[in-house]
């Protein structure tokens, strides 16, 4: 079966410039989280959606955006990026919210000069 | 907020030798807390959940175990390719109870 899947792998961006990062989840779940990894710290949350609804909001600017399609896959927008912004952004799908385990794809890599 | 302090943040180990690894939270009441293993530059992989204090999991040569504390990663008889970034995770009762809260993880190494 078919992990989480993310793209593009890599990316570079200059500051000021806009990103829009994909994710598709594990068939059959219908939950989508996004975490920021800076190198050296463990994965932050960004956001989490269900069901095509926005379930949860960490603590990140509203330069921060998501959304969740109808096949359940999602995208994360970062608009005006910053040298901070420099992180691998990791999707991690759940069959459900609340706690249960969150499988994670293998990230992309954001570079922003 | 629920905070994890992972300890220590880098463990070199000779192949063989056990060790354990150690994740203290706080949280406003537990939901579960996860066990990862990340590979440099990749996702973390899956490896344990435990719901409450007393459970154990085992995985080859890994066993978890949960105080209503801490927890435990126990590795037995490493070898190299145990060698990893290990993160442990929590989900609270929370307003964000459906976020997985990370420590910053140890990094085990392991020489043959």
């Known amino acids: 079966d078919a992990g989480v899947t993310q793209s593009p792998t890599h990316l570079i961006k200059t500051r000021g410039q806009h990103v829009t990062l994909r994710c598709s989840p594990i068939?059959?779940?219908?939950?989508v989280s996004w975490y920021q990894q800076v190198l050296g710290q463990g994965p932050q949350f960004i956001f989490q959606?269900?069901?095509?609804?926005?379930?949860g909001r960490g603590n990140f600017p509203d330069r921060f955006s998501a959304r969740q399609f109808p096949n359940y896959s999602s995208e994360l927008n970062v608009n005006a990026l910053l040298l901070g912004d420099s992180a691998l952004y990791l999707c991690?799908?759940?069959?459900?919210?609340?706690?249960?385990?969150?499988?994670f794809g293998p990230g992309t890599r954001l570079t922003v000069l | 907020e629920d905070q994890v302090t992972q300890s220590p943040e880098a463990l070199r180990l000779q192949e063989g030798e056990s060790s354990s690894l150690n994740c203290s939270y706080t949280?406003?009441?537990?939901?579960?807390l996860f066990w990862y293993r990340q590979d440099p530059g990749k996702g973390p992989e899956f490896l344990f959940t435990?719901?409450?204090a007393g459970e154990e999991k085992e995985k080859e040569r890994l066993k978890a175990t949960l105080t209503k504390k801490e927890s435990f990663l126990h590795i037995t008889a490493p070898k190299p390719e145990d060698s990893a970034t290990y993160l442990c995770?929590?989900?609270?009762?929370?307003?964000?109870?459906?976020?997985?809260?990370f420590g910053a993880g140890t990094t085990v190494t392991v020489r043959a």
């Open positions: 995770a929590v989900q609270g009762f929370s307003s964000n109870d459906y976020k997985l809260s």
């Open positions: 949280v406003s009441g537990l939901r579960g």
């Open positions: 068939s059959g779940h219908k939950s």
């Open positions: 435990l719901y409450s």
């Open positions: 959606y269900y069901e095509k609804e926005e379930r």
């Open positions: 991690a799908s759940s069959f459900r919210t609340g706690p249960n385990e969150q499988f």
